[in-house]
């Protein structure tokens, strides 16, 4: 690290646990953030600062007013800007060390198979199950970290799959039924919440990539942010499940 760098993490290099090897591990490593709304707004911002070395942030959406409220990537003078075009002009003056690599399209799911190869882990900040269940099946197949989060009203979640044979998956928690499941458009969504769940993303993705800490592998974090309520709940695997069931050790 250079002197500016040991400098800018000095905080974090002081964690009993951490130190300088789990900063220079989070210096190498490569994350994708799927999604620069509210929760990868507060993911994405928190990777970057704390020093996470390349970021690949995929949004095919553009800034709208109504974005603004819990969006913080974005301002007012962006509304019409892409989100990833955005994401880049925050996170690159927030951190001049950290590699962005903009991803502007809808991820198919041959493109998701092409990054997979290149990250250390896939952080889900979607908003849909379409875009959730096609990066689980990736993260499956590649054998790669999943950070999954979702925000809704004033409810949240985090779930941590380690994309190892034998623990669950997200198709394990949420089979796909077909449901087209809730959007914040139309059910509306606490501003901070979002800044909350996505916090929660990134402090578990810092735990994965640098082995600090317990991260929450095959466990589910419900937050009622009304009442500030958290439980913890243990995910089975599901030995029908058709995306994970049947490979070596599950």
Known sequence: MSPDEETRYSRQILLPGFGEDGQQRLGQASVLIVG???LGSAVSMYLAA???GRLLLADFDAVDLSNLQRQLLHNSERIGWTKVDSAVATLSAL??????VPIKRSLSPTRLAELSTEVDLIIDASDNFQTRYA????CVQAGIPLVSGA??????QVAVFSGRPGDPCYHCLYPDD???GERCSREGVLAPLVGIIGSIQATEAIKVLT?????????????????MAIRTLKIPSDPSC????????C
Do not use: F
């Open 36 to 38: 620069l709304g509210g």
């Open 242 to 249: 058709p995306i994970c069931a049947g490979r070596d050790g």
């Open 211 to 227: 082995g600090y800490g317990e991260p929450l592998h095959s466990k589910l974090l419900l937050l009622d942010a009304q009442t």
């Open 151 to 156: 925000a809704i009203r004033a409810e949240g």
């Open 50 to 52: 704390a020093g996470v």
């Open 95 to 100: 951190n001049p060390h950290c590699e962005l």
């Open 135 to 138: 990066v689980n099946a990736v």
């Open 178 to 180: 077909g449901h087209e």
